[in-house]
């Protein structure tokens, strides 16, 4: 089935970094939704954005919904070692979707003390 | 803890034998959702109830799938004669609007 293309696949930083990530898709999207995921566990929510251009923070945690509605983009500042895991963006459309949530491909992140 | 739950979180099996899988959503949800989730891959869709009824089905649910949600509560994935490629985390999610869904822990499940 169709998945996004996240980027970075992985990144390795230091403790304090803050860090960018993104999403696109050839599909445009009604809502795009950021997830975390630890090893073994299920997908956890994290940010959910409705508008194009709409900006919304979750702590320390910031995603942005792409003016042209296929593309999304979440950054963590201040990175701390809970924040080890698999980043998953996911989009949904109203029609022609149906009531499934496409998911990326994933930002593996890694934090080094 | 009034979250998505699912049992059992790991089930081994040998091929060809067949498996259930219980997920119980967030109690005040109506819809339910299937997905499969391979490793190094994110989930893909398998099914969606609402209330009681399937309405979607991925063409990733091949015939030995079957999922039911009898009462419109808690739902039950069964697989018959397993294969080996089944092997994935099957992940139940539930929700009120279709966007934002709450998943459960998962069931790992390995064929031998």
């Known amino acids: 089935g169709q998945q996004l293309n996240q980027s970075p696949q992985s990144m390795f930083i230091q403790e304090g970094e803050d860090v960018s990530m993104n999403c696109t898709s050839s599909?445009?999207?009604?809502?795009w939704l950021w997830y975390k995921q630890d090893p073994g566990e299920g997908p956890v929510l994290l940010i959910a954005l409705y508008k194009a251009g709409e900006l919304t923070s979750n702590g320390r945690l910031t995603a942005q919904f792409g003016i042209t509605r296929k593309d999304s983009f979440l950054n963590i500042s201040a990175s701390i070692p809970s924040d080890v895991g698999i980043y998953f963006c996911a989009g949904f459309i109203l029609t022609g979707g149906g009531n499934k949530l496409t998911f990326g491909t994933g930002t593996q992140l890694k934090v080094e003390l | 803890d009034t979250g998505v739950s699912q049992n059992p979180r790991h089930k081994i099996t040998k091929r060809g034998q067949n498996v259930t899988f219980r997920c119980d959503p967030i109690?005040?949800?109506?819809?339910l959702y299937w997905y499969r989730q391979t490793l190094g891959q994110g989930p893909e869709f398998l099914t969606y109830?609402?209330?009681?009824?399937?309405?979607?089905k991925s063409r990733l649910l091949s015939d030995r799938f079957s999922a039911e949600r009898p009462k419109g509560s808690f739902s039950t994935l069964e697989i018959q004669r397993t294969e080996q490629g089944d092997s994935a985390m099957y992940l139940c999610?539930?929700?009120?609007?279709?966007?934002?869904?709450?998943f459960g822990p998962g069931t790992r499940l390995t064929v031998l």
């Open positions: 109690s005040e949800h109506n819809r």
């Open positions: 999610a539930s929700s009120w609007t279709s966007h934002e869904q709450f």
């Open positions: 109830f609402q209330n009681e009824a399937q309405l979607e």
């Open positions: 599909s445009i999207f009604n809502t």
